[in-house]
Structures are given as structure tokens and as C-alpha cells.
């Protein structure tokens, strides 16, 4: 549709000279010779900018400005004022016009304020748009389960968003952490402020600093200008420390100065920067136990733990799986294009009874790549991964249920065994990411490497390392 726009002013000649112009850049133009006028045409029909003369009769340039804001603030408003008088027309900017046009005109510098006004407009729809979005994304709904500890976290987040108290967020990889730090920033009186990530393990540690705080231009050899640090990206809003447990004790340092004193100094300044932000962090590791052993600060750790919210692994909420699995089938059929409008009782059974090391985003990854690969319209127990299938899948025997005959049992075996079923279950959770699968299980990459080579599991050793 061509973009609509009302002209007003007095003068016929301006009307005409205008509406000529405006029609060869393709707009759609109407005209009125007055505020009054445009009022009545404002009511009866939509427009994306109003051009409108300043001093008029009856009703003035400035009169319609402040109905225009009043009851459409969406629309678009250019003033046009006479050489000499800019300052009435500096009064309507700040009741809200975008701009300011002087008479006598010129063609290309009007042709550019209008684009530049209504691009302005368009891209305002936009991130009104996104925000309603990312309000509705990390919405309660986003935050799936009827289970009595998910009611505890409703309730939790609900108190918590409404204060600027730090949050620190824990539980095992795949729980959900970031999707409950995001519902608390998305329902509180913050989500139109920025929310920023910092992903405290993905970031090498001579590059932390600078990422977190920023640098000045010539602070180090590659520091050709100078860059604002996440902080002060997420000034007035939410900063989220993901895997802040990663984080190098200098580094610790360093935080605990910015959180304690909202100041930062960029890498290679003198001179302090004052920071209002939230934090949220998350962790799946034990912060008081690296607290004991001196990896991580005592007193970083009280700052950040302030509220603690613990997403449970998906083993303690098995109740919820229906309800999530059914969420992840609805959200992949749409995003897929797919056909596949259930999942079968004997397919929900099988669900419920496997282990899930890598919690729900484990089982979205599980139904995501079952309805990329389903042919018919139900989701049968064939149609799972093999591993979900297997006793090895499900839920790991204890000591108590390892019979020990007259002839004994071969301990380095059965550990073999169960290690070998441990980390193909891991991989699968990681989506295939060995790294990943590694981080799970809490070991080395290297380390993962050797046990994928020991125990001759080809069919995940050709997956990406990255």
C-alpha cells in the first residue's frame, strides 16, 4: 500500500505544491484547509504522516499536534513553519513532531524528510511489535508445567520481577534457566529496557574484560576504536551472566567492583562510567562448593545470590512431560510445515520412562527431530530415537539392583557399560555437539574424545566437534 499522507495548511497554493510533489514519490495525498478539517478527515480515515502548517485559523498548527499525539500516537507529524520562525517550530518537536519543514521549500530536502520520518515510524511499529513478542515469548506460557515445583517457580518469578533484586538462577543443563531469567526480566516494570546475555564460558578469558566493560580505541593492538562493554549496552535494563560460574577469579574481581558501586571503566580509561542494571545470573555448578575450594568469591556469591530460583531436572517433574512434549509438537508442526497432530499413548509412555540427562531441551531436541522425520500424522514409538527406546535410555539401574551370583561380576565391565550408555545419552542430549556433551557430563573435551575412541562409538565419532 502507498503510504498515506494528510497535508493541512491554508494556503492553496502550499496544498497544491505539496500534493503535486507528494502524489510523483508515490504517495496517496488529502488535503485540508484547516485544523478543523483535518480533524474531521483524521476521524474517518487512517494515515501514516500529517504535513501541517503552523499558524492557521481556527484551529492552529500546534492545536492539531496535540490532538494528533492525544488521540493517534502512532501517526506520523511534519510541521511547516516560515523562514525566521523555528522557534514555535522547536516547541512542536518537543510536543512530539518529528520534524519541521521551512518555507520557502526545497524539493530534495523535504523528499528526504519525509522518508527518513516515515522510516522512523516504520521502524517504531516494529520494535513495538517485537516487544509485544518477546513479552508474550517469555510470558508464563513460554514456561511450560502444571507440576507443584513449576508453581513454586510461577510464584517466585512473579514476586521477584517486580523488584530490582539480583537473582541467581541454578540447576542442571537444559532446565530452563534463561527462559526463567527472561520471564522475570519480560514481567516486571524493566521489559522495555534492553535485556543483555553474557555467556560466561563461551568468551576466552583475555577478552572478558573488554566484552563486559568495553575498551578505548589503542587499549591493546586490535582496539581500533572505542566500544561500549555489555554493561553499558544494557544500562536501565537486565544484564544476564549465563554460566557465571566460568567466569576466572580476575574477572570475579572486576564484577564485584561494577555490581557493588554501578560504576565500570573501560579497558584503558581513567575515567568511570555510572551503570544502572539488574543482573540475573545462572549456573549449573555448585557456586558455595567453589566458594569452599577458593575458584569462586565469597562475597561475589552473596551479591549475586540474593534470590535463588532452582529449576528442577525434568527426572523430578516427569508429571510435566505430556504437557511439554505436546508444547514442542504443536511449536515444530507449525515451524515445520508438518502434518503430525499427535503423539501416541504407547509413544507418551516411552517418553515419560527415559532419563533425560539433558532435561527439556534434551526432549525438545527428542521431538523436533521426530516430526522432521515423521511421515504420518501420529508420532508412534518407532518414530523415537533409537536411544529412547532402549533400557539403557531409561533410568540407570542402582547397586541394589545389580545381582551378584556365586561367579560374581565383572566391576570394570559393568562401569564400562554403564559409562558407554552414559555418554552416547549425553551426545544425543547435546544435540550431537561433543563439547557440549562433555560440559554435561562434567568432563574434559579431551577426556570425551578418548572415551568415544575407547568404547568404538562410530556412529557419533563423525559428528561436529564444534
Given at each position: 500500500m502507498k503510504?498515506?499522507?494528510l ?41 501514516d ?11 492552529t ?15 506520523v ?36 524528510n ?25 510470558s ?14 510461577y ?6 520481577s ?25 514481567n ?8 543483555v ?7 576466552p578469558e ?8 568495553g575498551?578505548?580505541?589503542?587499549a ?6 572505542d566500544?561500549?562493554g555489555?554493561?553499558?549496552v ?18 570475579q ?5 561494577a ?47 540474593v ?7 525434568l527426572?523430578?517433574r ?18 515445520l ?31 523436533e527431530?521426530?516430526?522432521a ?5 501420529t508420532?508412534?514409538p ?13 533410568k ?23 559409562e558407554?550408555?552414559?555418554i ?20 574434559t ?20 566437534d564444534?
Amino acid at each position: 500500500m502507498k503510504p498515506r499522507i494528510l497535508v493541512v495548511d491554508d494556503e492553496e497554493s502550499i496544498r497544491e505544491f505539496l500534493e503535486i510533489m507528494l502524489k510523483k514519490e508515490g504517495y496517496e495525498v488529502t488535503c485540508a484547509e484547516d485544523g478543523a478539517k483535518a480533524k474531521d478527515i483524521l476521524a474517518k480515515k487512517t494515515f501514516d504522516m500529517v504535513i501541517s502548517d503552523l499558524q492557521m485559523p481556527n484551529v492552529t498548527g500546534l492545536e492539531l499536534l496535540k490532538h494528533v499525539k492525544e488521540s493517534y500516537p502512532g501517526l506520523v507529524f511534519m510541521m511547516i513553519t516560515a523562514f525566521g520562525t523555528t522557534e514555535n517550530a522547536v516547541e512542536a518537536m518537543k510536543m512530539g513532531a518529528y520534524d519541521y519543514l521551512t518555507k520557502p521549500f526545497k524539493i530534495d530536502e523535504v523528499r528526504i524528510n519525509i522518508q527518513n520520518a516515515l522510516r522512523a515510524q516504520n521502524l517504531e511499529v516494529e520494535n513495538r511489535v517485537l516487544k509485544k513478542e518477546l513479552t508474550k515469548e517469555y510470558s508464563f506460557q513460554n514456561l511450560v508445567g502444571n507440576s507443584e515445583t513449576m508453581h513454586r517457580i510461577y510464584d517466585l518469578i512473579k514476586r521477584v520481577s517486580t523488584a530490582p533484586t539480583n537473582v541467581l538462577v541454578t540447576g542442571e543443563s537444559g532446565t530452563g534457566k534463561e527462559v526463567v531469567a527472561k520471564a522475570i526480566h519480560y514481567n516486571g516494570p524493566l521489559k522495555d529496557k534492553p535485556f543483555v546475555t553474557i555467556n560466561c564460558g563461551a568468551i576466552p578469558e583475555q577478552l572478558m574484560e573488554s566484552e563486559m566493560f568495553g575498551h578505548k580505541k589503542g587499549a591493546f593492538t586490535s582496539a581500533v576504536a572505542d566500544k561500549p562493554g555489555l554493561f553499558e549496552v544494557a544500562d536501565g535494563g537486565t544484564l544476564f551472566l549465563d554460566e557465571v560460574g566460568e567466569l576466572p577469579i580476575t574477572i570475579q574481581v572486576k564484577l564485584l567492583r561494577a555490581i557493588q558501586e554501578r560504576v565500570i571503566r573501560r579497558v584503558g580509561a581513567t575515567d568511570d562510567i555510572k551503570v544502572d542494571v539488574r543482573i540475573i545470573a545462572a549456573t549449573n555448578r555448585d557456586l558455595e562448593q567453589m566458594v569452599k575450594e577458593g575458584t569462586f568469591r565469597q562475597d561475589l556469591f552473596y551479591r549475586l545470590n540474593v534470590i535463588n530460583i532452582r529449576t528442577p531436572s525434568l527426572r523430578e517433574r516427569k508429571d510435566d512431560i505430556p504437557l511439554l512434549a505436546n508444547h514442542f509438537l504443536k511449536k515444530y508442526t507449525d515451524r515445520l510445515n508438518k502434518n503430525v497432530t499427535s503423539i501416541s499413548v504407547e509413544a507418551m509412555e516411552t517418553l515419560k520412562k527415559y532419563d533425560y540427562p539433558g532435561n527439556v531441551r534434551e526432549l525438545e531436541n527428542i521431538i523436533e527431530r521426530t516430526v522432521a522425520l515423521e511421515a504420518g500424522s501420529t508420532i508412534l514409538p518407532e518414530s523415537l530415537p533409537p536411544f529412547v527406546n532402549t533400557p539403557s535410555g531409561r533410568k540407570m539401574a542402582s547397586s541394589n539392583e545389580i545381582e551378584i551370583g556365586p561367579d560374581g561380576v565383572e566391576l570394570d565391565k559393568v562401569i564400562g557399560q554403564i559409562e558407554k550408555e552414559l555418554i552416547v545419552k549425553a551426545i544425543h542430549a547435546a544435540g550431537g555437539v561433543k563439547k557440549r556433551a562433555a560440559k554435561l557430563l562434567h568432563i574434559t573435551f579431551r577426556s570425551m574424545r578418548y572415551r568415544v575412541e575407547k568404547y568404538n562409538l562410530g556412529t557419533v565419532d563423525d559428528l561436529d566437534d564444534e
